[in-house]
Structure formats: C-alpha cells, structure tokens
T-cell receptor, first 112, second 111 residues
Framework: SQTIHQWPATLVQPVGSPLSLECTVEGTSNPNLYWYRQAAGRGLQLLFY??????ISSEVPQNLSASRPQDRQFILSSKKLLLSDSGFYLC???????????FGPGTRLTVT | GQQVMQIPQYQHVQEGEDFTTYCNSSTTLSNIQWYKQRPGGHPVFLIQLVKSGEVKKQKRLTFQFGEAKKNSSLHITATQTTDVGTYFCAGFSGNTGKLIFGQGTTLQVKP
C-alpha cells in the first residue's frame, strides 16, 4: 500500500532563517506531487506541483521554492522565512491529475 | 480563473440535526471530490463524483453532483459528534488540468 511521509511534524523558526521541508511517498511510482499551505482556519492554497523529477510548477509567486530530486521525494524550501510563511504545510500525491489526492500528516510551521 | 466557492463557512448544529454544505464552480467540472479534515489533522478523501446528476451515499452522507456539473452538495443526516471537522469540495477542470479546492465548511456538533 502507498504511504506518504512528511517531516518535521512541527517547526518553530525565526524570521530570516532558512527552511527545508521534506515529503516522501512509498509504494507508487511517478506520482504527481503537490505542496499546499493552509493558514489557521482557512482553505488549502496550492503552492507547487510536480509531474516528474525536476519538473516544478509554481502556482503563487512567493518566498518559497520546491524541488523534486527523486521520483518520490518533494522538498519545499526558503532561503529567508517571513512571518507570513507561518502555516500548516501539506504534501499530497496522486497518480494522475483528475484522481483523488492523498495527503501527508503535514508540518506546522511557526515563524517568530 | 477557475474558482470553487463553498458555503456556509461555518455551521453549528445540535447532535441529531442534519447538515448540508454546498459547492459551486465558475466553470464546468470533469469531477468533484470531497474531503474531510478533522481538527488538527490532514484532509482525507471521501468520494469522487464524475457523472452529471450523480448521487452517491456513504452511510449517513449523501453526495450530489449537479446536472450542469458546476455544483455539488454534501448532506449529513442525523449528525454525530464524530462528524466534526472541515469538509472541502475540490473540482477538477479538464480545461485547466487543475484541482481547485473550496474554502471548506467547518462543522461543529453540540452533544
């Protein structure tokens, strides 16, 4: 069966510090991968998606970047965090675009 | 661009009452998906509707897809405290190739 992992589960970082969040998927090949951000009590904002290694599409111009160095690994990064980067970051995968998405447990990021 | 609107944003009900959330898209959808996010958790896929006018049931949950494939609803009969959470609809557009999430409806159930 397929599983999706995210780490860390929680993170507190000072403004201006770098960020690296990792997401890995097991049990499937060539998944579509997604990064979402959810502000407290709000909906899901799509940040990046990837249909293959090295292929990244950005949905919203911002202080973040994403990379996909391996088929089942998706990384979200920032060189300098802003207060507005605080939120709940969710990674998700699907086999094809129209299919249901499976979400990881998420990372709660607080920028202080 | 494509938008998916969901109402209401919040709903408080007494246990045993019914609950409905509505989802409307600005464009025709290839499919509509529904997810549930428990407090502190991550969204979990519930169901996908593909056909015009489709109705699917999962125990006390009834999902409908409109005839024009631009709107959908989720109805919960006789709510229970385990139904608490945020329900999201998400519409997939074949034109854009993107799944767009609604803002969600947060359900609170008073025992």
């Amino acid at each position: 069966s397929q599983t999706i992992h995210q780490w860390p589960a929680t993170l507190v970082q000072p403004v201006g510090s770098p960020l690296s969040l990792e997401c890995t998927v097991e049990g499937t090949s060539n998944p579509n991968l997604y990064w979402y951000r959810q502000a407290a009590g709000r909906g899901l904002q799509l940040l990046f998606y990837s249909v293959g290694i090295g292929q990244i599409s950005s949905e919203v111009p911002q202080n973040l970047s994403a990379s996909r160095p391996q088929d089942r690994q998706f990384i979200l990064s920032s060189k300098k965090l802003l207060l507005s980067d605080s939120g709940f970051y969710l990674c998700a995968w699907t086999l094809t675009g129209p299919d249901e998405q499976y979400f990881g447990p998420g990372t709660r990021l607080t920028v202080t | 661009g494509q938008q998916v609107m969901q109402i209401p944003q919040y709903q408080h009900v007494q246990e045993g009452e019914d609950f409905t959330t509505y989802c409307n898209s600005s464009t025709t959808l290839s499919n509509i998906q529904w997810y549930k996010q428990r407090p502190g958790g991550h969204p979990v896929f519930l169901i996908q509707l593909v056909k015009s006018g489709e109705v699917k049931k999962q125990k006390r949950l009834t999902f409908q897809f409109g005839e024009a494939k631009k709107n959908s609803s989720l109805h919960i009969t006789a709510t229970q405290t385990t139904d608490v959470g945020t329900y999201f609809c998400a519409g997939f557009s074949g034109n854009t190739g993107k799944l767009i999430f609604g803002q969600g409806t947060t359900l609170q159930v008073k025992p």
